[in-house]
Every structure is written in structure tokens, then in C-alpha cells.
């Protein structure tokens, strides 16, 4: 859980099926290691193949895409080397005025009472660096001892008497941390502290705020899913946090803002946990869909903080700096609009050597030049590890790019692909290991490259930049290097680029579902369309085609009951050629308005990475049931069940199986009897509810 504290003076955080129809080229590895300069020979290598698939889209590149933290209390907030910096690193979006100081924080007198303010930290010299630097600001109105009328002027001042064009507008910072359930770091003057008065209060600074400028967006806190207080429910409360947020907000809000600290006693223990970001975001989304519902479609998902926390140290160093692109990428993969690092300085902090470079527990990109005991920090503004890892991005993609479907064979070589809008595909990987380094085997879908060397950019040990590298690589492949970034891009062959001729189409929405069936619609892409595809994600970089249209809208049938979907839309011209995928959609199946039976699953308190729920089955039918059995899925890869009662439950990897309780097992017919069971569960990162239950086989009515 973050918290603040002073440290010479300055705060800071502590570190808390069909295939899809496409061109297949599939080369063999050949080359060999890229070296840095002066290294002896490469260590051992180990294989991996890494599949793109070009035809898969993961979301379009925004103009915020990549953003950082500035904070009041840093007197180098606004140094001309920062803009400089920042631009070279492609930063969209920079936020302020810095944390959990948001909320103790005036605009108007540019004060924090019981905070240190630096000099030369002011709104106006704020917009400064962020005019110099290109971005636009992300700016935390102040919740925990503001009003709505201090929002509403700052709203008025930023965008109507400067004419800054300040879009996005955060209400408070981590409120969920006001001490409402139990630890409390943030600053929260509300006699109040829940989250339904936290809702409440959203709608009146959404109306202050969008009375001065409607062209601002709104965003409300949420917590991550599977982090504290994720789960935990307050007596009187409808659900937890995000729960009882949303069901006041849904509809009024532009976006929602989560932060993301994963733990852990190490940094690779870190990169480990940036397998979980694509469940928690799904879940995010997942509870905007059930209570926003169509509206979901227009509220976007802001990971405004994020870094690592393994306490105190290991921030600096070259592993975070894999983190930070690994990390980034993932959420802007997963339906992130901004993600923003925590921070642009900090202050030093635990010293530690970290694969043999000094570690100065600093959770900053750039140096403070501050001191731990006898141990300093570098000059001022000198970039660290997670810095580059920021910069390496520019390599593999700029606003309006599409980010595409990607693979490896190998858990300590992550992925990352993106076709540029000239058709070149940039591919980045990512070797966790410290040891080895990793030959890749690299194969396409949808893409085939053109003859020649690729582009080759690296930062890896020995770099003091983002590095162009020359030999040892050829488009089937490459060998990288212990712990280190690579982008390799690649031009297409001729004439085999998406169809110039139609448009990308609109990002899909959903108009309707059942339990079996879903309607899409979307946006026509541009030029001539003799039919739209739409196809489905599925595991890895494989995908399915779902259903086709001559216009611009589809129904899917003969889905499963209570189902998960990843889609895309692409167009087709008259000559076969497929458009670029749009913007995918993420959508669930219900499951039978009408059925023989009903089950409820509930919730009933939670603690971040566990919980206890409650399960109700009625027999709806015209006989009664004596012993009965219940199946069901998790959705997630992390959860389990750890103890149960009322009934006898076994697992086998993500499938539950529950039977009646010895000589209890009756349900009486037409909802005559209901059984109830309970159990404690295990969740490791999101813990979303399972989407369908089966009575006997026979598949459920339910909630």
C-alpha cells in the first residue's frame, strides 16, 4: 500500500477454431548474438519462437499513450533538461500535482499545508514544461480537502483564461486509502469516507467542472483488481470499492484511473507479475460493461501510476528498466489509453547493487541528486534504467499505430508488436534473463517481410543509449541478449500491405446479447468495402473467423453460454485484401433467461488476494433433484479453493466440481428449495466471478 514520507526534506513514495486466414512465413533462426561493444562472447543461449500476427489487433497508439508523474515537492520539476528528455522519450501525458499530495493540494495560492511545496512548481510552470515537452497534462483535482467549486475554477482558469486545452481531469488521487478500511495514507477531510459518498461527490465535481468547459473528461478512482482493498466490503456497503463507485458513476465519467505497484522481494519477481496485468484490466473493464453497459464503450481505462515495489530498492536498476517497457506495453495492450510512471524524480532511497550497477532506491526516471548516507546519486537529470526502458517504445511505435497480437514460446523472452502506419512491423523483445541470452525464431501471420536486414535497436549491457546495431540479424530471427531491450523492424514485401484502398473500420460495440448470441456494429471503414470479417482472439496469436457482413453490423451465433470474446472488425476490398484490424472489443455471453435451474455466487468479503463466497442453487424444473452436482470454471488462472463448506468441492486446474452434502441433497421442484454452499478462495491477481454454472449439466439462469 503507498504511503508518503519526507526524506531530506522531499516527499516520496515508498516503493510499493479456424486460423485466420493469412500469409504464414516461417524461417529458420540464423545469425549470430548482437554484441555490445567490447563484449567478449555471448553466454549460452536458449531458443524461443515468437509469433506476430498482423491481422490481430490490440488497440490503436494514442497521443497519451505514454505518460509520467511530476510532483509539487520536486525543485526539478521544470528544469529544461526534463522537456528535453521527456520529448526524446515520446511522453504524451504528464500528470500533477504529484500523488497523494493531490489531495492537500490549492491550485490557487500554491500551497499543501503540512507538505513541502518546491519553488517554481506552479500550474503555470507545469504547462511550461508540458508545452515544451509536446505532452498534455493529466491533472488530479483535489478530493480529500477541495470542493467542487475549487475544481470548477481551476476548470475555468486552466481552459478558459489560459486556454491550455486541459482534457483530462482525475477527482482526487487513491481515496480508496482514506482509512476507511483500515490503513490510511490518503487525505480525506469527508465526514464521509465511503465509497458511495466518494461516488456522490464524482457526480457533483463532474457537473461543476463540465459546467466551465463539457469538452473535459472526467475520471474516477478505481482499484486495481486482485490488490487491496480490492474485495473488501465494509459493513452496510453493496460490494466493495469499485463496486459501489461504478454503480453511481458508470454513466457520468469518462475514464477510470488505477494504479499498479506489483510486489515482490525482487525485480524479476516484478517482471513475473506483469503476466497478471492483462486479467486485472480485463476485470476492469469487465465491471464498466456490467454497470456502464453501453456507455463502457465510451469510458476509458487510465493506469496513472504504476512501478514496482519491492521495497525500497531494486528501482534503479537495469531490471526495472525491462519493467517499464514490458510493464507499459502490456497495459496499453489491454485497453490502457495513458500509462503513467511513477515518477519523473523521487529521491534516493535503499542502496543496493543490482546486477553489478549501484541501485539508489529511487522510484524517479531521472536522478534527484539527492543522498543516502555517504551514497549519491548521479547529477542531476541523469536518466536511469526504467527511463530507457520508456525511451525504447519510441522504437516500436508512434501515436497512431496499431498494436498487434503477439507470442513467444519462451516465459523469459516477452513480446511486443506493432505495424507502423508506412506497413513496417516493429517487434520488441524483451530478455528477463541475466544469465542467458535467447535466440528467437521469429515467424508471421498476416506479414511477410521484405528482403534484406531488418533495423535493429537496442539497449542492453554496455549501452548508455537506445542502440542501432548492425549485423547478426536477418527477418526470421536473432539472438538478444541477457537482460536487455531490442526492437527489430522490418519493411513489408511489395504488394503485400494491408489494403490501401479501404479504411481501418470503427472499433466494434455491442448492441445486444443473449446468452447464445451477440450483435456488433461499427464504424465503416473508408473507400470500397465488398464485406467486413469480424474475427476472434484466441489464445496466443491465433485467431478465428466468427462471422461476415456486407454492411456494418453482425450477429454472432451459436456462442457459448457465459463466454469471453476478443474481436476485431476488418475490411475487405474487392480484390480480397483485408484493412488493418480495428480497435478489438471484449465482450461476455449471458447466460438462459429461461432454465431449469439458477444459481447466485456472491462475494461476500475479500482481502486483495483472497476471499469468502456464498453459493445459491435452485432447481426450477417440474421434478424434484435428490444429489445433485454443480460445475464451474474460473476465469482466472490464479484462483482456487482453499477450504468449503455445506457441500464437497474438488478442482482440477480451473474446473470446480461441487456434489451435495451426504444424505442433504434434495432440491425440491418449481424453486420449492434452494441449497447453499460456501468456500474460501484463493485469488492471485484479478478474481472475477465464473460466468456459467451447470446444475447436472444442464446450464444455469443466474447471477
Given at each position: ?59 490503436t ?57 518546491a ?49 483530462y ?61 480490492d ?18 458513476v ?42 456502464a ?8 481505462i ?33 485497453g490502457?489509453?495513458t500509462?503513467?510512471?511513477?515518477d ?46 520508456l ?13 498487434v ?20 512491423l516493429?517487434?520488441l ?56 531491450l ?5 519493411h513489408p514485401?511489395?504488394?503485400t ?7 481501418t ?13 451477440a450483435?456488433?456494429s ?5 473507400g ?5 470479417q ?16 456486407s454492411g ?22 474487392s ?19 429461461h ?31 435428490n444429489?445433485w ?56 491477481g ?18
Amino acid at each position: 500500500m503507498p504511503s508518503l514520507h519526507t526524506t531530506s526534506g522531499r516527499p516520496r513514495r515508498l516503493a510499493r477454431t479456424a486460423a485466420v486466414a493469412a500469409v504464414l512465413a516461417v524461417l529458420p533462426f540464423a545469425g549470430p548474438a548482437l554484441a555490445a561493444d567490447g563484449a567478449g562472447t555471448a553466454p549460452p543461449a536458449a531458443d524461443a519462437t515468437v509469433t506476430v500476427n498482423a491481422r490481430s489487433g490490440l488497440g490503436t497508439i494514442g497521443d497519451a499513450a505514454r505518460g509520467v508523474n511530476a510532483a509539487i515537492w520536486d525543485s526539478h520539476m521544470n528544469d529544461p533538461e526534463v522537456a528535453t528528455l521527456m520529448q526524446s522519450a515520446g511522453v504524451g501525458a504528464m500528470r500533477y500535482p504529484g500523488g497523494s499530495y493531490s489531495d492537500i493540494y490549492h491550485w490557487k495560492d500554491h500551497t499543501a499545508p503540512g507538505g513541502y511545496v518546491a519553488p517554481g512548481t506552479g500550474f503555470d510552470d507545469f504547462m511550461g514544461t508540458v508545452k515544451a515537452t509536446g505532452a498534455q497534462p493529466v491533472i488530479i483535482a483535489n478530493y480529500g480537502s477541495g470542493t467542487p467549486e475549487e475544481a470548477a475554477d481551476w476548470v475555468r482558469y486552466a481552459n478558459v483564461t489560459k486556454k491550455y486545452g486541459a482534457k483530462y481531469w482525475e477527482i482526487g488521487n487513491e481515496i480508496y486509502g482514506n482509512g476507511y478500511y483500515g490503513s490510511g495514507w490518503e487525505t480525506d477531510n469527508h465526514a464521509d469516507k465511503s465509497p458511495a459518498e466518494y461516488g456522490r461527490q464524482v457526480l457533483a465535481y463532474a457537473a461543476a467542472m463540465k459546467a466551465v468547459d463539457p469538452t473535459v473528461k472526467i475520471g474516477a478512482v478505481l482499484t486495481m483488481p486482485g490488490n487491496w482493498p480490492d474485495g473488501v466490503i465494509n459493513g452496510g456497503d453493496i460490494g466493495d470499492w469499485n463496486h459501489t463507485v461504478l454503480s453511481i458513476v458508470a454513466h457520468h465519467v469518462d475514464f477510470v484511473s488505477v494504479h499498479w505497484y506489483p510486489s515482490g522481494g525482487s525485480a524479476d519477481d516484478a517482471l513475473t507479475k506483469v503476466a497478471q496485468l492483462p486479467g486485472e484490466l480485463r476485470e476492469v473493464r469487465s465491471q464498466l460493461n456490467q454497470y456502464a453497459g453501453a456507455d463502457s464503450a465510451h469510458i476509458g481505462i487510465a493506469m496513472t501510476e504504476v512501478n514496482t515495489n519491492t521495497g525500497g530498492a531494486l528501482l534503479t536498476g537495469r531490471p526495472n528498466g525491462l519493467f517499464t517497457a514490458d510493464a507499459m506495453m502490456t497495459a496499453l495492450e489491454n485497453g490502457v489509453f495513458t500509462v503513467d510512471w511513477w515518477d519523473t524524480h523521487n529521491g534516493a532511497g535503499d542502496i543496493r547493487t543490482v546486477d553489478g550497477e549501484t541501485d539508489y532506491g529511487d522510484m524517479g526516471m531521472l536522478s534527484s541528486e539527492t543522498c543516502t548516507g555517504t551514497v549519491c546519486e548521479p547529477a542531476a537529470n541523469t536518466p536511469f534504467h526504467p527511463y530507457y526502458g520508456l525511451k525504447m517504445l519510441t522504437a516500436l511505435g508512434a501515436t497512431g499505430d496499431t498494436m498487434v497480437a503477439s507470442a513467444s514460446s519462451d516465459r523469459q523472452v516477452s513480446v511486443h508488436a506493432v505495424q507502423r502506419a508506412n506497413g513496417d512491423l516493429s517487434v520488441l523483445l524483451v530478455n528477463k534473463d541475466p544469465n542467458a541470452a535467447h535466440s528467437v525464431d521469429l515467424r508471421y501471420n498476416g506479414f511477410t517481410p521484405a528482403a534484406g536486414a531488418p533495423q535493429v535497436q537496442r539497449y542492453g549491457r554496455g549501452d548508455s543509449d537506445i542502440t542501432t546495431v548492425s549485423g547478426g540479424a536477418t527477418a526470421s530471427g536473432l539472438t538478444v541478449e541477457p537482460y536487455s531491450l531490442t526492437t527489430v523492424t522490418l519493411h513489408p514485401k511489395s504488394g503485400t500491405t494491408p489494403s490501401a484502398v479501404t479504411g481501418t473500420p470503427g472499433a466494434p460495440t455491442l448492441t445486444a446479447v443473449t446468452d447464445t448470441t451477440a450483435t456488433l456494429s461499427w464504424a465503416a471503414g473508408g473507400g470500397p468495402v465488398t464485406r467486413y470479417q469480424v474475427y476472434e482472439q484466441l489464445s496466443g496469436v491465433n485467431a478465428q473467423l466468427l462471422g461476415e457482413s456486407s454492411g456494418t453490423s453482425v450477429t454472432l451465433r451459436n456462442l457459448p453460454p457465459g463466454s469471453t470474446h476478443t474481436v476485431n472488425v476488418l475490411a475487405m476490398d474487392s480484390a480480397g485484401r483485408l484493412s488493418r484490424p480495428s480497435d478489438p472489443l471484449l465482450l461476455t455471453t449471458g447466460t438462459p433467461q429461461h432454465s431449469s435451474c439458477a444459481v447466485t455466487y456472491h462475494v461476500d468479503s475479500g482481502w486483495g488476494n483472497g476471499f469468502v463466497a456464498t453459493v445459491n442453487v435452485t432447481n426450477l424444473a417440474d421434478t424434484a433433484i435428490n444429489g445433485w452436482s454443480l460445475d464451474f470454471d474460473w476465469p482466472s488462472a490464479g484462483q482456487s479453493i482453499d477450504s468449503s463448506w455445506n457441500a464437497t468441492v474438488t478442482a482440477s486446474g480451473s474446473h470446480v466440481h461441487v456434489t451435495s452434502p451426504a444424505g442433504n441433497g434434495v432440491l425440491a421442484a418449481n424453486g420449492g428449495s434452494t441449497a447453499s454452499f460456501g468456500f474460501v478462495g484463493i485469488n492471485d491477481g484479478a478474481n472475477p466471478s465464473p460466468t456459467v454454472f451447470r446444475l447436472n449439466g444442464a446450464v444455469c439462469s443466474g447471477s
